[in-house]
């Protein structure tokens, strides 16, 4: 069936280094790539997103990348800060405008 | 514009004792969706809504849990009887159709724990 897997499932890096976060899915139909961010005990928040026209998107310090010929998407974080600790999710999009769901990561910036 | 609006917040029944979720979605977002979060984990999709007709209930175990949006905005999802397991966090998500209709908003959830 469907699946998205998420690499690693804990990440942990020294406030002002990077973290790159990797996902995989499987739906060849897929078209649209979200990242979500979960702070402990909050809502999950949509902080980026990429299309299947699109290889690359940035904003500030994050970043997303997308390789449709190997069905992988990656998100980046450059110099990490404190409040960048969540729990990250990707996902894919499949039909009836459903999202297929990665396992999360869990990000922890060291001080 | 006011996000989505779930309540209670948190609720503590004992197993087999019955309970009910609410969520009020964005303004004008016709897809509402209701999502289990174990501890640890992803969201997983229960049911989702477009107006007041379902679209998928595949995974939404049926004996037990129940959910209708009758006007086609408010939501509720309900649990009878409830087992150990059902402990998760409920969270209710919008999306509209006519704008970006993958772009999900969550609500701050309801965290149920089952004794």
């Known amino acids: 069936g469907e699946n998205v897997e998420q690499h690693p499932s804990t990440l942990s890096v020294q406030e002002g280094d990077s973290a790159v976060i990797k996902c995989t899915y499987s739906d060849s139909a897929s078209n649209y790539f979200p990242w979500y961010k979960q702070e402990l005990g909050k809502r999950p928040q949509l902080i980026i997103d990429i299309r299947s026209n699109v290889g690359e998107k940035k904003d500030q310090r994050i970043a997303v990348t997308l390789n449709k010929t190997a069905k992988h998407f990656s998100l980046h974080i450059t110099e990490t800060q404190p409040e960048d600790s969540a729990v990250y999710f990707c996902a894919a999009s499949k039909s009836n405008y459903q999202l297929i769901w990665g396992a999360g990561t869990k990000l922890i910036i060291k001080p | 514009e006011a996000g989505v609006a779930q309540s209670p917040r948190y609720k503590i029944i004992e197993k087999r004792q019955s309970v009910a979720f609410w969520c009020n979605p964005i303004?004008?977002?016709?897809?509402l969706y209701w999502y289990q979060q174990i501890l640890g984990q992803g969201p997983k999709l229960l049911i989702q809504f477009q107006n007041n007709g379902v679209v998928d209930d595949s995974q939404l175990p049926k004996d037990r849990f129940s959910a209708e949006r009758l006007k086609g905005v408010d939501s509720t999802l309900k649990i009878q009887p409830a087992k150990l397991e059902d402990s998760a966090v409920y969270l209710c998500?919008?999306?509209?159709?006519?704008?970006?209709?993958?772009?999900?908003?969550f609500g701050p959830g309801t965290r149920l724990t089952v004794t």
């Open positions: 303004s004008g977002h016709a897809t």
């Open positions: 998500a919008s999306s509209s159709q006519l704008a970006r209709p993958y772009e999900q908003y």
